[in-house]
């Protein structure tokens, strides 16, 4: 609870979206620019990107691959390099580690340098060495994970519509970014793509879409300063109910803060 808010729906949410925010994160380093969400039968989820593929090397230190070592350790992501951490996503730092321990197992598929590269966890414990399965010319990261039913004991059933709603604003806050989401469930077969060229005037356009609006056209302007981002859409309508949406890092931030 204390990484990903609780072990009931929220949390069990919380998953998809950790293991999504490291692919968006390579979309915003400019690396990545389709991501696919899948919902299997079994509610396992499989999450897949072009990005450039999660670094198999041999850590320094910790003497195993790089990814070994992202997926078992604590902390041990870029999330701790200044560098990246300017544009980070990924709310505690501790991303994917934490999905992997609250998995049954976890399966990452890595696809870099020519190579396929694989390997298989079980409740956080590597189960198989990483092992090169193929050849191949593209680069990106699969990660296919089973919630740990012994961890969430309330439910393991995902609500297609909430990830479908955390989706469509990753694409509202990340113009140029394809993101897919199909559910194979019996019965519940479904799937939507969320691609916004507009960015953030695509997400103003959609919260008037049925209201009268002053100006046709949402006013927009972007600025960089001190190595700081902003961006910044607005429209008026004629109603005197005012609705202010704030993200830092694409991170919905309810309170406010000095960026608002």
């Known amino acids: ?19 999504v925010d490291n692919s968006v994160d390579e979309a915003m ?17 499989v999450v897949i990107d072009n990005g450039r593929g999660i ?15 992202v997926l078992t350790t604590l902390h041990a992501g870029g999330k701790f390099d200044h560098k990246t951490y300017k544009v980070s996503g990924g709310l505690h730092g501790v991303g994917v580690s934490c999905v992997n321990a609250l998995s049954g197992y976890l399966e990452v598929e ?15 414990a590597t189960k198989t060495k990483l092992v090169v399965i193929g050849k ?3 680069t990106g990261t699969k990660i296919t994970f089973l919630p740990d039913d012994t961890i969430f ?11 479908a709603k955390r989706l469509r604003e990753l694409a509202f806050l990340n113009k140029g970014i394809v993101i897919c989401l199909k559910d194979l469930r019996e019965g519940k077969e479904k799937d939507a793509v969320f691609e916004f060229k507009g960015g953030i005037v695509s997400f103003i356009e959609s919260l008037t879409k049925n209201k009268s609006v002053i100006h046709k056209k949402p006013i927009y302007f972007r600025k960089e300063k001190e190595g700081i981002e902003l ?3 607005m429209q008026y309508g004629d109603s005197y109910s005012e609705n202010v949406f704030t993200y830092a890092n694409n991170i919905h931030t309810t309170e406010g803060g000095t960026h608002l």
Do not use: W
């Open 231 to 233: 961006e910044v859409a």
């Open 1 to 19: 609870a204390m990484y990903i808010g609780d072990t009931f729906s929220r949390g069990l949410h919380h998953l998809v979206y950790e293991v």
């Open 153 to 163: 004991q309330e439910t393991t059933v995902y609500s297609y519509d909430t990830l």
């Open 110 to 124: 890595i696809k870099r340098d020519g190579k396929i590269y694989h390997q298989r966890y079980e409740k956080g």
């Open 29 to 45: 380093e400019g690396y990545c620019n389709k991501i696919n969400v899948i919902i299997n039968e079994n509610n396992s989820i």
């Open 55 to 69: 670094p198999v090397d041999i850590h320094k230190t910790e003497k195993k691959p790089a990814v070994e070592v």
């Open 136 to 138: 191949t010319k593209s």
